[in-house]
């Protein structure tokens, strides 16, 4: 049998014995030949095989693929009673494979897969949903207590962690913020564009931008940023604070993670939302306005006039509410998942997977939410 780069062939020499040749160069990479060749050759024995011998005088190079092989044939010929003739392969591979049958496999050291019955996963998988639900639940009522202490002027924390949040929070999420706000100010005004464009109503581009940024998409891509950005950042951090155990060194000191470690951020990405919305809002205004300009031989001053009679003050509060409740979802998203990080290295990467899912979602559920109670209440 000849393998990628390796020569594997049996000889019968008599009606007892089978020589075993092996020549080239035998690696990993070239696939690995099975004992049950062999175990084919001696079952097509007519008389039996009392004694197996080897011919390596060809065999060029080789790893651990003829190692294994080995392996599985001093196997089977222990299982027939079959004698084998190591005395003509490299002393190298010899000694290996002494090696190698000294020291048994433990048992139980392969793990064996075991297929699990589909009602076990479901009731697994339903478990840990409760159990994940009851952990988040237990957050919140302790972030909610936090916060009392908080009004109190009763908790701890240091202000400096408070300033650096903001800044990571607000001024370094500027250049992502405008590059995403400005490209969606341009793809709604020239998807409007070419609508609006064949009735002769490309003014009201000017409105359609002016209206979807200030109302919904300056707030919801200004969370959804941040939550990829800061979130993010927020359960890598805390996740490597709690494999490192410095979560821990904080409780046996006496101090409260969630004071100290969680409220900053949250506090910080409160602030920073409402401001980076109302920046938002205006780049897109802004990117809409270059494709009016620059599509439609709008002046911009008429489109800048449009726009600020489509819009009313209710409209700019609303969104820079919503984005203060977008930074809420986020904060306790990212945190929340930092806090239940487990304890390996690994684990630290699912957390800031998780966070980022986790605030995207919640802040889609919340702006339906939004959109609801806001056209019930005719804002």
Same mark, same amino acid.
């Given at each position: 049998?000849?393998?990628?780069?390796? =020569?594997? /062939? $049996?000889?019968?020499?008599?009606?007892? +014995?089978?020589?075993?040749? *092996?020549?080239?160069?035998?690696? &990993? %990479?070239?696939?690995?030949?099975?004992?049950?060749?062999?175990?084919?050759?001696?079952?097509?024995?007519?008389?039996?095989?009392?004694?197996?011998?080897?011919?390596?005088?060809?065999?060029?190079?080789?790893?651990?693929?003829?190692?294994?092989?080995?392996?599985?044939?001093?196997?089977?010929?222990?299982?027939?009673?079959?004698?084998?003739?190591?005395?003509?392969?490299?002393?190298?591979?010899?000694?290996?494979?002494?090696?190698?049958?000294?020291?048994?496999?433990?048992?139980?050291?392969?793990?064996?897969?075991?297929?699990?019955?589909?009602?076990?996963?479901?009731?697994?998988?339903?478990?840990?949903? =409760?159990? /994940? $639900?009851?952990?988040?639940?237990?957050? +919140?009522?302790?972030?909610? *207590?936090?916060?009392?202490?908080? &009004? %109190?002027?009763?908790?701890?924390?240091?202000?400096?962690?408070?300033?650096?949040?903001?800044?990571?929070?607000?001024?370094?999420?500027?250049?992502?913020?405008?590059?995403?706000?400005?490209?969606?100010?341009?793809?709604?005004?020239?998807?409007?564009?070419?609508?609006?464009?064949?009735?002769?109503?490309?003014?009201?581009?000017?409105?359609?931008?002016?209206?979807?940024?200030?109302?919904?998409?300056?707030?919801?891509?200004?969370?959804?940023?941040?939550?990829?950005?800061?979130?993010?950042?927020?359960?890598?951090?805390?996740?490597?604070?709690?494999?490192?155990?410095?979560?821990?060194?904080?409780?046996?000191?006496?101090?409260?993670?969630?004071?100290?470690?969680? +409220?900053?951020?949250?506090?910080?990405?409160?602030?920073?939302?409402?401001?980076?919305?109302?920046?938002?809002?205006?780049?897109?205004?802004?990117?809409?306005?270059?494709?009016?300009?620059?599509?439609?031989?709008?002046?911009?001053?008429?489109?800048?006039?449009?726009?600020?009679?489509?819009?009313?003050?209710?409209?700019?509060?609303?969104?820079?509410?919503?984005?203060?409740?977008?930074?809420?979802?986020?904060?306790?998203?990212?945190?929340?998942?930092?806090?239940?990080?487990?304890?390996?290295?690994?684990?630290?990467?699912?957390?800031?997977?998780?966070?980022?899912?986790?605030?995207?979602?919640?802040?889609?559920?919340?702006?339906?939410?939004?959109?609801?109670?806001?056209?019930?209440?005719?804002?």
């Amino acid at each position: 049998m000849m393998t990628a780069e390796g =020569n594997l /062939s $049996f000889t019968r020499t008599g009606d007892a +014995l089978i020589e075993v040749r *092996l020549a080239g160069t035998w690696r &990993l %990479r070239g696939g690995l030949p099975s004992a049950a060749l062999l175990q084919r050759e001696l079952d097509a024995a007519p008389g039996g095989v009392k004694s197996i011998a080897f011919e390596a005088s060809e065999l060029k190079s080789w790893d651990s693929s003829v190692l294994a092989f080995l392996v599985e044939i001093s196997a089977l010929c222990r299982m027939r009673g079959i004698q084998l003739d190591r005395a003509t392969l490299p002393a190298g591979l010899h000694r290996l494979l002494d090696l190698a049958e000294a020291v048994p496999e433990k048992k139980g050291a392969r793990k064996e897969t075991v297929e699990m019955p589909f009602l076990e996963r479901v009731g697994n998988m339903a478990i840990g949903v =409760n159990g /994940s $639900f009851a952990e988040m639940l237990a957050f +919140l009522g302790d972030m909610t *207590l936090t916060f009392g202490r908080l &009004l %109190r002027m009763k908790v701890r924390f240091r202000a400096v962690d408070l300033f650096l949040l903001i800044q990571q929070s607000g001024a370094q999420a500027l250049p992502i913020v405008t590059l995403i706000s400005f490209l969606v100010g341009v793809i709604l005004a020239f998807v409007g564009a070419v609508q609006l464009k064949q009735f002769g109503a490309q003014i009201y581009v000017a409105d359609l931008v002016g209206i979807a940024m200030i109302r919904e998409m300056g707030a919801m891509m200004t969370g959804i940023i941040m939550a990829g950005r800061t979130g993010a950042a927020f359960a890598a951090q805390l996740g490597t604070m709690k494999v490192t155990q410095e979560i821990d060194a904080f409780t046996t000191m006496g101090f409260s993670a969630l004071e100290f470690l969680v +409220l900053p951020r949250v506090i910080a990405l409160v602030l920073m939302m409402p401001l980076l919305c109302l920046y938002s809002d205006l780049v897109g205004v802004l990117g809409g306005a270059a494709i009016g300009v620059g599509m439609l031989d709008l002046s911009w001053t008429t489109y800048l006039r449009e726009t600020s009679n489509a819009i009313g003050l209710g409209d700019v509060f609303g969104g820079v509410f919503k984005a203060s409740i977008y930074g809420v979802l986020i904060a306790l998203s990212g945190c929340l998942r930092g806090i239940q990080c487990g304890n390996s290295s690994s684990a630290v990467g699912d957390a800031a997977t998780s966070a980022v899912v986790t605030g995207i979602v919640a802040i889609v559920v919340a702006c339906g939410i939004f959109a609801v109670v806001f056209y019930v209440l005719g804002i």
